[in-house]
């Protein structure tokens, strides 16, 4: 079973930054994919950014030109870099990790964007 571990998350101002980290329990090159999805209050959880293990990425166009996803193999860990945050970015942010056999879900971590 493959746990995962986010934090980065917190309040910040329209136009801020925020890096959010997703540290998983055993090697990432053994995971197939990794993604970034978000869930606000009252909507459906989305998909944000997800990327193979090969290193293939797709952002949702929401995101496209803000947020960068990226992968550390030897700290077993996936960042999302989020750039000109908005209001409608506020959401917890869910990491997934998919394998041959299951997917696993962090806890989330809190994004505001509010002034």
């Known amino acids: 079973q493959v746990q995962l571990v986010e934090s980065g998350g917190g309040l910040v101002q329209p136009g801020g930054s925020l890096r959010l980290s997703c540290v998983a329990s055993e090697s990432i090159l053994s995971i197939i994919m990794m993604a970034w999805y978000r869930q606000a209050p009252g909507k459906q959880r989305e998909l944000v950014v997800k990327v193979t293990r090969s290193g293939t990425t797709i952002y949702a166009d929401s995101v496209k030109d803000r947020f960068t996803i990226s992968r550390d193999n030897a700290k077993n860990t996936m960042y999302l870099q989020m750039n000109s945050l908005k209001p409608e970015d506020t959401a917890v942010y869910y990491c997934?990790?998919?394998?041959?056999?299951?997917?696993?879900w962090g806890q989330g971590t809190q994004v505001t964007v509010s002034s």
């Open positions: 997934n990790a998919v394998l041959t056999t299951a997917q696993y």
